[in-house]
T-cell receptor, first 110, second 114 residues
Framework: EDQVTQSPEALRLQEGESSSLNCSYT??????LFWYRQDPGKGPEFLFT???AGEEKEKERLKATLTKKESFLHITAPKPEDSATYLC???????????FGTGTSLTVIP | DAGITQSPRHKVTETGTPVTLRCHQT?????MYWYRQDPGHGLRLIHY???????DKGEVSDGYSVSRSKTEDFLLTLESATSSQTSVYFC?????????????FGQGTRLTVV
C-alpha cells in the first residue's frame, strides 16, 4: 500500500535555529515527491518537486533533498514567518493521484 | 496563483440535505481534483476529472458525486450530507496534457454538517 509518513508532527524552533523535517514514503513507483507549505485557513502552497534520488532544490531558507526512501526539508536560520504546516506528497508512476502525509506543524519563536 | 476559485468558502448545512461545492479555474487545465482535509488524515482524494464529462473516483468517494460539464468548472455534490462529511474541501489542478505535474490548490471550503 502506498504510504507517506511525516515527522515530527510538530516542531518548535527558536529564530535562527536550523532543523530538518522528514518525509518517508513507501510507493510502488515514484513519479515525483512534492513539498507544500500551508498557512492556517489557506490552501497548500507549492514549494518544490523532486523526481530522483540525489536531487536537491533550494528556495530562500529552505532546501529539499530526496533519497530512495525519504525526503528532508532543511530549514536554515528560520524566521517567524516560516511558521506554517509543511506537507509532503508523492505521485506514483501508475496514476495522477497524490498521496499526502499528515504534515509537520512548524512554529518559529522570535 | 493558478486561477482557482472555490465557492462557497464556508457553509453550514443540516444532515440529510444535498450540498454542492463549486470549483472554477481560469486557465483551461485538463485535470481537476477534489480533496478533503481532516486532522490526522492529511489530504485525501475524493474524485478527479481528466476532461469534460470524464471523471474517476479517489480513495474516499463514497457519498460524493462530481460533474464537469465545462472545462472551467468542477462541481462536488454531497448527495445527503452526514456529520462525517464535516471537513475542509480543496479543489486542485495539475498542468499539462497528462496532468503529472505539481498540484495547485484553491483556498478551500469549510463545510460543517449539523
Amino acid at each position: 500500500e502506498d504510504q507517506v509518513t511525516q515527522s515530527p508532527e510538530a516542531l518548535r524552533l527558536q529564530e535562527g535555529e536550523s532543523s530538518s523535517l522528514n518525509c518517508s514514503y513507501t510507493v510502488s513507483g515514484l513519479r515525483g515527491l512534492f513539498w507544500y507549505r500551508q498557512d492556517p485557513g489557506k490552501g497548500p502552497e507549492f514549494l518544490f518537486t523532486l523526481y530522483s534520488a540525489g536531487e536537491e532544490k533550494e528556495k530562500e531558507r529552505l532546501k529539499a533533498t530526496l533519497t530512495k526512501k525519504e525526503s528532508f526539508l532543511h530549514i536554515t536560520a528560520p524566521k517567524p514567518e516560516d511558521s506554517a504546516t509543511y506537507l509532503c506528497a508523492v505521485q506514483t508512476s501508475t496514476g495522477n493521484q497524490f498521496y499526502f502525509g499528515t504534515g509537520t506543524s512548524l512554529t518559529v519563536i522570535p | 496563483d493558478a486561477g482557482i476559485t472555490q465557492s462557497p468558502r464556508h457553509k453550514v448545512t443540516e444532515t440529510g440535505t444535498p450540498v454542492t461545492l463549486r470549483c472554477h479555474q481560469t486557465e483551461n487545465h485538463r485535470y481537476m481534483y477534489w480533496y478533503r482535509q481532516d486532522p490526522g488524515h492529511g489530504l485525501r482524494l475524493i474524485h478527479y476529472s481528466y476532461g469534460v464529462k470524464d471523471t474517476d473516483k479517489g480513495e474516499v468517494s463514497d457519498g460524493y458525486s462530481v460533474s464537469r460539464s465545462k472545462t472551467e468548472d468542477f462541481l462536488l455534490t454531497l448527495e445527503s450530507a452526514t456529520s462525517s462529511q464535516t471537513s475542509v474541501y480543496f479543489c486542485a489542478i495539475t498542468r499539462g496534457i497528462w496532468g503529472n505535474t505539481e498540484a495547485f490548490f484553491g483556498q478551500g471550503t469549510r463545510l460543517t454538517v449539523v
